[in-house]
């Protein structure tokens, strides 16, 4: 009977030390990711869209300046002297049959003349449309002034002040060939320039 009291006695002392003894673990509380509100987004945005409008301002510039520099080459083939700057501002342009519109072959040859009528500000120019032999005087005519307009058009169009550039139409009365074959047409459908003030010392862009 002893014995069994103090087997009780020691099971109850044990158990007793066991709960007191144990420590809980501690709790961890995670706390809820931030979520951007609504003012960081928009400047996200912003930020998004002028890096974007930077890049297309970069690309720009740089095509601009490639035109410019290819501008430059061609008429440093040329030769420096004011006489080689004349040529490229004399250099035709031809039209399609019973059309007045720039051809985009042509359009480089106009921006050359660009660079030159802005590199030398007193310089004044004419243009001067022409037909082939076919249609009436009249039409030609016509036909003539719209080619030159088309060509001034497009240099005004470019930055050139319009005084600077005259017009004027031959029609059909100057074909640069005689010939009545497609050959000589397409030849004779052109614009000519001509330095008409402040061509004595032409200098390159």
Same mark, same amino acid.
């Given at each position: 009977?002893? &014995?069994?009291?103090?087997?009780? $006695? #020691?099971?109850?002392? =044990? !158990?007793?030390?066991? %709960?007191?003894? +144990?420590?809980? @673990? ?33 690309? &720009?510039?740089?095509?601009?300046? $490639? #035109?410019?520099?290819? =501008? !430059?080459?061609?008429? %440093?083939?040329? +030769?420096?002297? @004011? ?123």
């Amino acid at each position: 009977m002893k &014995r069994s009291l103090q087997l009780v $006695l #020691a099971g109850l002392l =044990t !158990a007793g030390v066991v %709960a007191c003894g +144990g420590k809980s @673990a501690p709790t961890t509380t995670v706390a809820p990711a931030a979520q951007p509100n609504a003012d960081s987004l928009a400047a996200a945005e912003k930020a998004r869209a002028d890096s974007i409008a930077a890049a297309q301002a970069a690309e &720009r510039e740089a095509a601009e300046r $490639l #035109a410019q520099q290819r =501008t !430059a080459d061609s008429l %440093a083939a040329l +030769g420096r002297t @004011a006489e080689a700057v004349r040529t490229m501002l004399a250099t035709m342009v031809h039209f399609d049959f019973d059309k007045s519109n720039i051809r985009p072959d042509d359009a480089g040859i106009l921006d050359q003349k660009v660079a030159i009528l802005r590199a030398n500000g007193g310089a004044k120019i004419r243009i001067a449309g022409h037909c082939d032999e076919r249609g009436s005087d009249e039409y030609n005519l016509a036909l003539g002034n719209r080619r030159a307009t088309s060509a001034k058009q497009y240099l005004v169009s470019h930055g050139i002040d319009a005084g600077r550039i005259e017009t004027q139409s031959f029609g059909k009365e100057r074909p640069l060939d005689p010939g009545h074959t497609e050959d000589s047409w397409s030849k004779n459908r052109r614009d000519e320039f001509e330095v008409v003030s402040g061509g004595d010392a032409l200098r390159q862009p």
